[in-house]
């Protein structure tokens, strides 16, 4: 029975990471599931654009004693491409992860019971930005837990990823790290 689990799980990792992981929102979970290595991601980000822009998600880990970000980009319909950066060679990737930590905390406003909810802005063009992490702290206190935010166009998230994207512009290559 072991044999047969080992075999089983090896199969569903190599569909993980064959799979096209940011085609769309449907595949934000399997972004999320990349593994390296066997590796499990420590966060995950991705931008769902509208129309015919292209969708990029990248899957974070930290492997010795570096940051590794796995890109998956496609455009309506394209095979997915991968490329990949690490913190080795690409000195703007960890100062634009840490940037992760400047992002302002999300408020829960509960309907009808809570503080009055603010009018949400309206998206730009319909795009979605979905940031997730496996260890964030809980208000200034040691307990963590794992946040999955989404975003719409203008949101600090969303201006989070544009910039990352476009500081990671030159760093990413088809060559595994």
């Known amino acids: 029975m072991g044999a047969f689990r080992t075999i089983i799980l090896a199969l569903a990792g190599a569909a993980i990471l064959a799979a096209p992981a940011a085609a769309s929102e449907d595949d934000w979970p399997a972004l999320k599931g990349a593994r390296l290595d066997g590796q499990m991601p420590w966060g995950a980000f991705a931008v769902y654009r509208a129309g015919d822009r292209p969708t990029t998600g990248v899957t974070l880990f930290v492997r010795d004693n570096a940051l590794i970000a796995r890109r998956v980009e496609t455009r309506s319909g394209e095979a997915a491409a991968i490329a990949w950066a690490s913190s080795r060679t690409c000195p703007a990737l960890a100062p634009a992860l840490a940037e992760l930590e400047t992002l302002p905390p999300a408020r829960i406003e509960v309907p009808l019971a809570g503080r009055k909810p603010a009018t949400p802005d309206q998206p730009a063009d319909g795009s979605s930005y979905f940031v997730w992490v496996q260890d964030a702290r809980l208000g200034n206190v040691r307990h963590s837990g ?25 760093c990413w290559t088809s060559a595994r790290p």
Do not use: F, I, V, Y
């Open 146 to 170: 794992q946040l999955e935010l989404r975003a719409t166009d203008g949101s600090p998230p969303a201006l989070w990823m544009e910039k990352a994207l476009r500081r990671l512009a030159p």
